[in-house]
């Protein structure tokens, strides 16, 4: 198991690991983010405050975290089943059901056979992909 510095700095970042920490009610008090370690195992994510948190529980947490990123983001149908979406880096990505162009879709498209327990739970989208997903 040797995930690229792309996937782990798109998804497990000590800031969303911090977050996770609090969604899933293992967090302590009296600490920084900064301060946090973690390391990468084949049965899930350890972190130097709480131990283990399971890949499943990570990735529950990340899609919802996902999913609110999509809340009230700007969007226009441009065809059946073809949309844009406004994005940062380019002013609009093209997403359909089954797909987006942006970069955060198209690493984890290509870089899921990298951590294999971890996108056995999480779907590979992003949160202009969820925004059509919710209409």
Not at 2 to 18: A, G, K
């Amino acid at each position: 198991m040797n995930p690229s510095y792309q996937l782990i700095s798109q998804h497990f970042t000590h800031y969303l690991i911090d977050k996770a920490l609090c969604y899933l009610d293992r967090s302590h008090y009296n600490y920084r983010y900064q301060d946090l370690k973690t390391e990468l195992w084949f049965n899930g994510l350890w972190t130097n405050l709480s131990g283990i948190i399971s890949y499943r529980d990570y990735a529950e947490f990340l899609l919802l975290y996902t999913q609110a990123k999509s809340y009230q983001l700007p969007y226009q149908q441009v065809g059946h089943n073809i949309y844009i979406v406004r994005g940062k880096l380019e002013k609009y990505y093209t997403v359909t059901p089954y797909s987006c162009n942006c970069p955060l879709f198209q690493l984890r498209k290509k870089r899921s056979q990298e951590l294999p327990q971890f996108f056995k739970h999480f779907p590979i989208t992003c949160h202009h992909h969820q925004l059509i997903k919710s209409l």
